[in-house]
């Protein structure tokens, strides 16, 4: 299902729709519980707690969504998703707890509302178990017969792992004219007697035509009968743009970047994206400016009363304009006492105590709120980089300049995707995320966005 340019897979809705109903019916199942010996009471709940029961659910569902756990490549284990729906529960009854407490009406008491997070969270982790793990994923899943099987084939080859593969099955590859050989290829398939009476003998739902030459033996017969008769026929690019969440830069051509959806920006989107960044950034200042007091003086603390809290770096921003970035100290003051841009390095030996732990939970990061309401950056967008690297990237890796169409952002959806990059090749894997970003970004994607990184601080994602 397409929703605003966006791809939902069904296992996703199927999901929605039971944890919906579960949190739905929590409050009630509570109620029940709470007033089991008192039945007049019991019956004066239950009548007036639908709105409440609504308010519970929405807020539940924004808690599970913020913690990843509907995001289609969620890596986590079982260990995992049963922390994060722990922590979305505990979140969500928080945040009912003040939401309530503001509207008296809707109140049911601390009692009832605990037991309503409790019955929600063991009834989304029974639904995880049970239906994302085994039911869901096997009858929903497309079955996609790739046509191709050289060197435009591989990027479909390297989604082996089950979280990207929650919204297909391969059945197998057809080898092309002009496909380059592959030895270790598997599943190489005949389509005989004709690729439509494979397709319907095999159930194939989808065709990903990945050839390497399509100048060759093109069959254009063959697909647009397979079209015509209901099995989709879809371009290799478009189909890892779905299936991965970004855009593979191997085998994308400027052709299609021109002529595909998206990588619009008109007035009214960029009217949109500077209220989204006003009203976020504002918030997150107003929620967060006692946990950044807490840190200037923790750093203080560590390091000394004249040690400066702060540090500013050049940054290049939307165009390629410069603009000068803010953020907490978190290394030593002569980290780069050469003079010399460094990446950050896993457990560098330059950050401090205090460093390592406003980095793990990117409080870091927070005075940046300052460039966002100055309007050098974005709330979301992709990561600002210094100009030494930017100029030897964009030497290096193709299309990287067309990340900075758009301003630069204190979260990203490459920030979710991809762990903290500390060289050339990690750059050239955020810019495929960069990329994806670009060309689909909207309110709603920003809103999603800002959401699971929510996830990132809590479970510390990505951090160095």
Known sequence: MRLLRHHIHSQFLVLVLAE???FL???FVAAAIRFADDIPRLKAAISSLWPTAMIFSLVMWLAMLAMGLYAPRQRARSLGI??????AAAGAFFVCAALFYMLPSFVVGRGVLGLAAGLAGIGAIVLY?????HFAEELLKRRVLVYGSGRRAMPIRRLRRRSDQRGFTIVGFVRSAGDEPIDDLDRLVDPEPDLYSY???NRVDEIAVAMDDRRRDFPVVELLHCKIHGIEVVDLVDFLEREAGCIQLDVMNPGW????GGFQSTIASRATTRIFDICASSAVLLLTWPLMLVAALAIKF???WNAPVTYSQMRVGKNGNLFRVHKFRSMRVDAEGDGKAQWAAKNDPRVTRVGAVIRKMRIDELPQIINVLRGDMSFVGPRPERPEFVSQLERSIPYYRERHSVRPGLTGWAQLCYPYGSSEQDAAEKLKYD???????????????????????????GAR
């Open 82 to 87: 049963v922390l994060r729906i722990v922590l």
């Open 257 to 260: 970047m021109i002529f595909s």
């Open 25 to 27: 019916a929590a409050p």
């Open 20 to 22: 919906f109903v579960v």
């Open 129 to 133: 178990l049970l239906l994302d793990r």
């Open 435 to 461: 990329l994806f970003y670009i060309k689909n970004r909207g309110f709603l994607f920003n809103l999603m966005i800002l959401l699971q990184t929510i996830e990132v601080i809590a479970v510390g994602k």
């Open 302 to 304: 560590e390091e000394g």
């Open 199 to 201: 397709c319907i003998k």
